[in-house]
Nanobody, 123 residues
Framework: QVQLVESGGGLVQAGGSLRLSCAGS????????MGWFRQAAGEEREFVAA????????YYSASVKGRFTISRDNTKKTVYLQMNNLKPEDTAVYYC????????????????WGQGTQVTVSS
């Protein structure tokens, strides 16, 4: 049974930083591309960032590029999202996901999804 468990969300002031973690189990972690997505209240889920299985290739949405960094540690079966210079518009539930193909993730397609962690940025 595949499980993806996010952690690290919380309340932060604008300009602050948070690091999200997503621990995977029940899958050959290094064989999967991993992605982060977010969904604000009343909005559709949107792509944030993705990373290839080995970590060499990353993609970012235009809204977070230069502020967020995705990374992974395959020995820990964990993917991270370092979020810097947070803005109120970054407020959302953040989800991690795993997919066999990196190219699927920017289209918000994934094989497995976590339950999400709330990030709230106050102005």
């Amino acid at each position: 049974q595949v499980q993806l468990v996010e952690s690290g969300g919380g309340l932060v002031q604008a300009g602050g930083s948070l690091r999200l973690s997503c621990a995977g189990s029940g899958l050959t972690f290094s064989s999967y591309a991993m992605g982060w997505f977010r969904q604000a209240a009343g909005e559709e889920r949107e792509f944030v960032a993705a990373i290839s299985g080995g970590g060499a290739t990353t993609y970012y949405s235009a809204s977070v590029k230069g502020r967020f960094t995705i990374s992974r540690d395959n020995t820990k079966k964990t993917v991270y999202l370092q979020m810097n210079n947070l803005k109120p518009e970054d407020t959302a539930v953040y989800y991690c996901a795993a997919d066999g193909f990196l190219r699927d993730l920017p289209s918000t397609r994934a094989d497995y999804w976590g339950q999400g962690t709330q990030v709230t940025v106050s102005s």
